[in-house]
């Protein structure tokens, strides 16, 4: 899903479903690139289920950055996990963790973020929005 161009002077992204995971004690780990970011994912198999995640811009979003993220967020449902950080710099790795979670439950990440971008004299606003959809299971029967 590449950059395309909106109004002129923003930058928009077509939502990115990074997938769909089964995390398993012998598959913990997750990772999916495209254009414009890299989001990982692992969970560590002890009470609660712990979940590790990271996203960051792609280097060409980064350039084109004019200030630091006003919007850095991601909501999990079933709720109990969010997610945000706005104010820091676009290069920021942004990483946060979910516990609390429990086997053979669909969970669904959306996330959205939002910055200053300045492109051959133009400013705007980049929008990156992306979904992630993940269960966890000790054991497949």
């Known amino acids: 899903s590449d950059c395309r161009s909106r109004q002129g002077k923003d930058i928009t992204t077509a939502a990115v479903a990074f997938g769909s995971k089964t995390f398993t004690p012998t598959a913990p780990s997750y990772a ?6 890299y989001f990982t994912a692992q969970t560590t ?21 004019n200030g630091t993220v006003t919007t850095a967020s991601a ?3 079933p709720v109990n996990c969010s997610y945000n950080k706005p104010g820091v710099a676009v ?3 942004f990483h946060w963790s979910c516990s609390g979670q429990s086997t ?6 959306t996330g959205a973020w939002k910055f200053p971008i300045k ?10 929005d ?4 993940y269960i966890i299971y000790t054991r497949i029967t």
């Open 45 to 65: 198999f002890k009470t609660g289920y712990p979940t590790a995640f990271s996203f960051s811009l792609s280097s060409a979003l980064v350039l084109a950055a």
């Open 91 to 93: 290069s920021y790795l």
């Open 119 to 128: 492109l051959g004299g133009a400013t705007g606003t980049a929008t990156v």
């Open 75 to 77: 909501v999990r449902s």
């Open 104 to 109: 053979g439950t669909s969970y669904k990440f």
């Open 32 to 37: 999916r690139r495209d254009t414009n970011s």
């Open 130 to 133: 992306w979904t992630f959809n």
